[in-house]
């Protein structure tokens, strides 16, 4: 195992305190328990939406707390689940008076924890909704949840949910909101290589040199088959096929789309996967309105690429270009 670490088990400890001082203009980092915070919050009036999980997917969700996105997240040790005394601290540290969103990936343990927090939350008189997001079409189900995955649709739930929340629509309408989204949204990946949790000190599986694994998990779990290496063109295929036939979409749709770097594959080769998405959606007759490109939702250093597409109507295009400043999207601002 090579990484540039101290000890594996003060990784996330030290990851937190250099995102203390790298952005105090953006967001405060809370210890004992561990979940970070936007710097001017609570917002007095505005929905709190609040997201969270394992380590090691960065810069989600950390790196999207901030104006017009996430006013908490909680992070949990890498690729486990924050406890419920974190997000419950959390939960009360965004309460502006509005309420609170939970964001949450559809993980049994995620799930458990944010359930237990939210009781808690409402105890205090805490308004919480909680949103579960589960777009990946690759399994029904796996060692991790009951269900599909959440994977690439919760940053552009956490976008649109933040936008929305900013604009101080109240609780019930931002929560339907992010369901839309979830409801419009599908995703797919397939990894190269495998991932290396820094505790445990090897891959999480072992993928040979000419080989593919096709819809894999950001937890480094292993996908539904293995394939041989394919060509660009033939890669994006498989995967946008898939997410285009599940929902199904349809000639004249607009969306959304995501194509995301799990870790370890340049941006050069990521452009490349876009542009043979655009050219297969317009063969399809569906219109690429919007779109993000890059490593958002990672899986520690694992080479490798997910697609997202989300169904886009006017309202959903104007909270996405509404303004936002986090450490890892920026616009309008």
Not at 149 to 175: C, F, M, N, S, Y
Not at 182 to 195: D, V, Y
Request: glycine share 12%; hydrophobic share 45%.
């Amino acid at each position: 195992m090579k990484k540039i670490i101290n000890r594996p088990e003060d990784l996330v400890h030290e990851a937190l305190q250099g995102m203390a001082s790298a952005y105090p203009e953006l967001l405060k980092v809370h210890f004992a328990p561990d979940f970070i915070s936007r710097a001017d919050g609570p917002v007095k009036g505005k929905v709190g939406v609040l997201s969270g999980g394992g380590s090691g997917h960065e810069p989600m969700h950390g790196g999207f707390v901030g104006r017009g996105m996430l006013d908490a997240a909680v992070p949990g040790p890498v690729f486990t689940s924050p406890t419920p005394d974190q997000i419950q601290a959390a939960t009360q540290a965004v309460d502006g008076g509005a309420g609170v969103l939970h964001i949450i990936k559809n993980y049994t343990g995620d799930r458990l924890n944010f359930e237990m927090a939210a009781d808690l939350a409402r105890a205090e008189g805490i308004e919480v909704e909680a949103v579960v997001i589960n777009d990946d079409v690759a399994v029904q189900d796996s060692l991790y949840t009951a269900g599909r995955r959440g994977t690439g649709v919760t940053v552009i739930a956490e976008k649109i949910a933040g936008a929305a929340a900013d604009q101080r629509r109240p609780l019930a309408a931002v929560a339907e909101l992010c369901r839309k989204v979830n409801a419009q949204g599908r995703s797919m990946g397939l990894a190269l290589t495998s991932c290396t949790v820094p505790q445990a000190g090897k891959p999480t599986f072992e993928l040979p040199e000419d080989e593919m694994e096709i819809g894999i998990g950001i937890h480094g779990e292993p996908g539904r088959s293995r394939a041989k290496l394919r060509s660009a063109a033939e890669i994006t295929a498989l995967l946008a096929n898939a997410v285009l036939d599940d929902l199904p979409f349809q000639r004249g749709d607009s969306v959304l789309a995501f194509v995301n770097g799990l870790g370890s594959t340049p941006m050069i080769e990521l452009y490349g996967v876009y542009n043979e998405l655009v050219k297969l959606c317009a063969g399809r007759g569906i219109t690429i309105v919007r779109n993000l490109i890059g490593p958002y939702m990672t899986s520690l250093e694992m080479a490798g690429c997910t697609i997202t597409l989300v169904k886009m109507d006017d309202e959903l295009i104007s909270l996405w270009d509404a303004p936002v400043k986090t450490a890892a999207l920026r616009w309008g601002v």
